[in-house]
């Protein structure tokens, strides 16, 4: 059994080859012999000359508008004040950390970051920019 049957396996092994390669080969275009004897060759020119960068515009210009919102709030006018500049009453309402420097020019942050600004206007208990 062990020498007839390797004989037998390795047969067998050897018409499943042939046939796996016939299949496989079928429909597939294969190159011929004189481009497989072709080398390609590339010539590169190296120039002594170092790159200089000049300034080019990249990028797409994407127009744009601005967007001037208008809100009336049915609150007092102090509550509302209160409610955009005390840091307690912001991530109350905003149920995250704030930062807030409640003066013109001073910063603000809500909402994990996702809502930032300036004071541009601060008219104590009157209006804010």
Known sequence: MK????AKVREALGEYLKALKTEFTTGMILPTKAIAT?????????????????PVALGVRIPTVALHLTELFDTT???????????DLVQKFSKSPAVLEAEKGGKFQMFDGNIT?????LNTMQQLH
């Open 3 to 6: 020498t007839t049957g390797t």
């Open 38 to 54: 072709q080398e390609l060759t590339v010539e590169r020119k190296v120039t002594g000359n170092p790159l200089q960068a000049s």
């Open 77 to 87: 006018v102090e509550q509302l004040y209160s409610i955009f500049t005390v840091k």
């Open 117 to 121: 600004g300036e004071y541009v206007e």
